[in-house]
T-cell receptor, first 113, second 117 residues
């Protein structure tokens, strides 16, 4: 059973470009969570999605950031018009339901130059 | 809102010795879960140990054990017989039992642990 798969592992974008981060949950998992880890800090919750629904986006910046988890395919975290402050590691986790443990992927390190 | 505080940015220990990492948290909830995660240089987040707040007995997983003091809101991690592979960043994390989801964790700032040969 493959774990949570995130790609790419590393992503470099110039300021103003768009970044798309992908997360394929573990088999059988329909709940996905996105976290951001700024340098020297802990992970901060961004958004919680279930298939085709955003359940909790209380940690998402109000502008430029969006997330989706379509019926088919991976979950996508999209950052429009990236700025240097978006440089961070972005982690995805998945769980079978809301009352079971979430498992983390290896993260995508985004660097904005 | 819940907060999790790890007051030790860095710790070091000699191989085979014991080290304790500290964590305190603040919540008004009575029922919750606490976790310790390990993040090695590969960046993979690995669950080390979990504690349910309603259980008085401290959780143990092989060389890892916790000292859970509910009244003091303290949750420290003890690593016995430290190994070089224990070198990593360690995060303390919290979830309300009645919250949105068990996947919505609140993390501390992390403690970098270095095990020296």
């Amino acid at each position: 059973n493959a774990g949570v798969m995130q790609n790419p592992r590393h992503l470099v974008r110039r300021r103003g470009q768009e970044a798309r981060l992908r997360c394929s949950p573990m088999k059988g998992h329909s709940h996905v969570y996105w976290y951001r880890q700024l340098p020297e800090e802990g992970l901060k919750f961004m958004v919680y999605l279930q298939k085709e629904n955003i359940i909790d986006e209380s940690g998402m910046p109000k502008e430029r950031f969006s997330a989706e988890f379509p019926k088919e395919g991976p979950s996508i975290l999209r950052i429009q018009q990236v700025v240097r402050g978006d440089s961070a590691a972005y982690f995805c986790a998945s769980s079978q339901d809301r009352r079971t443990e979430a498992f983390f992927g290896q993260g995508t390190r985004l660097t904005v130059v | 809102a819940q907060t999790v505080t790890q007051s030790q940015p860095e710790m070091s220990v000699q191989e085979a010795e014991t080290v304790t990492l500290s964590c305190t948290y603040d919540t008004s909830e009575n029922n919750y879960y606490l976790f310790w995660y390990k993040q090695p240089p590969s960046r993979q987040m690995i669950l080390v140990i979990r504690q349910e707040a309603y259980k008085q007995q401290n959780a143990t997983e092989n060389r890892f054990s916790v000292n859970f003091q509910k009244a003091a809101k303290s949750f420290s991690l003890k690593i016995s017989d430290s190994q070089l592979g224990d070198t990593a960043m360690y995060f303390c994390a919290f979830i309300e039992a009645g919250g949105t989801s068990y996947g919505k964790l609140t993390f501390g700032q992390g403690t970098i642990l270095t095990v020296h040969p």
